[in-house]
């Protein structure tokens, strides 16, 4: 079986050093202090009696999850955006670059490993996890989904840090970019939202109804929390935990009789807040924008491209 030399090479280095035992250790006792401070919460604020206080436990389940995915959505993007500056300072880029590997296939194997990393601590993690599911009695099924969300949110920060660094000669440049990047996505997204809402509120104020526009496409507005982390991840805890979704609740639909009248215009906004699809078109829209951002990195680094480039403009 094919394995990138770079996820290979690097894979081994670390697991002979000692930071990746230190790292486990603090990634775990982390985990065990909000373990801790999730359970004195949930007993003091439990509906249930002390003998019942086990079908609480649950919430360890978002608790800890949403503990593990911010420490990777941190953790992750620092690695990555060290990885081709980190080279270029080391003054080794160029040594990287004349071996038989294409640019994409250094780019994938700097995310692949990154992604390893992550999910090693992931797994580790999973004797704590269990405890959600052994006592507070949730499906297993959670837990390979829970899984799947950490896979996806290690691969979009490794891509946003490989890309920073491909654009950076600094590691501490392209560090900084990273979390520049992480704003645009969880602050840039939210602003056409509240830009809706601060318009509707001021026609409905001012007009006392609103223009057909705002009533047939405005709830379009909220499409771009499909790019939003933050989002997606309350829409999926939210789903599991309290079986209702937290998009539907943002938007505020009309009656049935008129959306059936008139969802054909309406746009999809009506298609994606309906079911799982926010999900899985959440879902497919960071893969693939984790995708563009390898092929724009490696287009970047790809040093026959540069000499074009330079030759074009001679």
Known sequence: MYLNPIVKKDVKTQARSMKICWGVFVYELILALVFFLAINIIQSTSRYSTSNIYSAMVWLYPVLAVTQLIILGLVVPVRTASSISGEKERQTFDIMMTTSMSPFSIIAGKVMTAVVQGMFFVVASMPVMALSFIIGGMSWAYLFWFLGIALL???FSASIGILCSS???KSISAVIMSYAFYL???LGTVLPTVLYEVVKSNLEYTLGTLPRFYEVYGDN????LLLNPAVYLAEFFARIMVGESLVNHLVDHPSMSWQSQTSQVRGPIVLVTSGYW???FATLLFA???FLFLWIASRRIDPIR?????????
Request: a positive charge; one cysteine or more; charged letters at 20%.
């Open 288 to 290: 693939g924008i984790s």
């Open 153 to 155: 949110v290690s691969f």
């Open 221 to 224: 507005f909220y499409l771009p």
């Open 167 to 169: 654009l950076c000669k």
């Open 306 to 314: 540069g000499r074009r480039s330079k030759g074009s403009r001679r």
């Open 278 to 280: 926010w999900l899985i």
């Open 184 to 186: 645009l996505f969880f």
